[in-house]
């Protein structure tokens, strides 16, 4: 097979950050013609020592328009994929799928006036590359980025967060954005204290940001554990916040990391 008939295309690492001994991103160059929307993932793929390849979904950080891609990952404890992929170095190949896939994206959303981003952990990721796309500045007069994690040294990204508002192509749009960060296992002063459900069963969620969630204007896009997406469905539901499907569009997106 020659190398424009596979599936996937060989990038090269630019650059590799270690956040916390669980946490860390990656850069790679990109192929010119691989296309995505904000919020999108591709499946990656590492050689593994007997030259076999394992393959995982992760969403891109990066926006559509930067021309390298970034990745946000855990480590986990001899989990196959990221005990491979956190022994990468700058120079080493990466496996990237020719396509993208997935759907939270904007275009699940007909309409809506707030969008809140809901994430734990690595479920950041394609927040940031949704908010550094200029599509969701355009179409949402406010946005409210909650990012939960357990220990607030594992906050990722901050300078990114916090310098979104200064970039050109943001400026005018910047006051739109509210940040919460929220850190379940211990306080700490500029963050919310507790689990993204117990903050809206108890409406201090609601309260930090200033807005309510209503059906009418409220937007919800969820990305991470599995538990807090669940849980968090059934108390959207309850305040009749539903999925959106195709055939019946509605307030609540989600994308399930495992
Ligand atoms: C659509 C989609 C997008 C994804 N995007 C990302 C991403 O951007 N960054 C990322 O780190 N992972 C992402 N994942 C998860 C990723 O595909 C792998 O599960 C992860 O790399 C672990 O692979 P593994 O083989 O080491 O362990 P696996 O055998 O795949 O997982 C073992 C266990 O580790 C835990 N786990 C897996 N992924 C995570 C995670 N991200 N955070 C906390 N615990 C986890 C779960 O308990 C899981 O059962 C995504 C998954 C899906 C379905």
Redesign the pocket.
């Known amino acids: 097979m020659t190398a424009s008939e596979e599936k996937f295309t060989r990038q090269t690492l630019l650059d590799v950050q270690t956040l916390t001994p669980s946490l860390f991103t990656l850069r790679t160059t990109r192929d010119p013609g691989f296309r995505f929307r904000a919020g999108q ?1 591709a499946r990656l793929g590492v050689t593994k020592a007997d030259g076999s390849a ?1 393959w ?4 891109m950080v990066s926006a559509p328009h930067d021309d390298y891609l970034e ?4 480590v ?1 404890p001899g ?5 491979e ?1 956190s022994r990468l170095r700058v120079g080493d190949e990466l496996r990237v799928d020719r396509q993208a896939f ?1 759907f939270l994206t904007l275009d699940r959303f007909v309409d809506g006036r707030d969008l809140w981003l809901l994430s734990t ?2 479920g950041l ?1 394609p927040f940031l590359s949704i908010l550094q796309d200029f599509e969701v500045w355009q179409r949402f007069e406010r946005i409210f980025l909650v990012y939960s994690v357990r220990e607030a040294c594992e906050l990722a990204y901050q300078p990114l967060i916090a310098g979104l508002g200064e970039r050109d192509y943001l400026a005018e749009h910047a006051g739109k954005l509210r940040y919460l960060p929220l850190v379940t296992r211990e306080t700490h002063p500029a963050a919310l204290h507790g689990r993204i459900t117990t903050l809206l069963e108890n409406g201090e969620l609601e309260r930090a940001a200033g807005q309510v969630l209503e059906p009418e204007h409220s937007r919800i896009m969820l990305c ?2 599995p538990q807090m997406i669940e849980d968090t469905r059934a108390l959207l539901k309850a305040r009749d916040l539903q999925l959106s499907l195709s055939r019946r569009p509605g307030q609540v997106a989600v ?4």
């Open positions: 993932f394992v995982r979904a992760y969403s990745f946000f990952s855990i986990v989990g196959e994929f990221t005990s992929l997935g952990g690595t990721a991470g554990n994308e399930t990391y495992w």
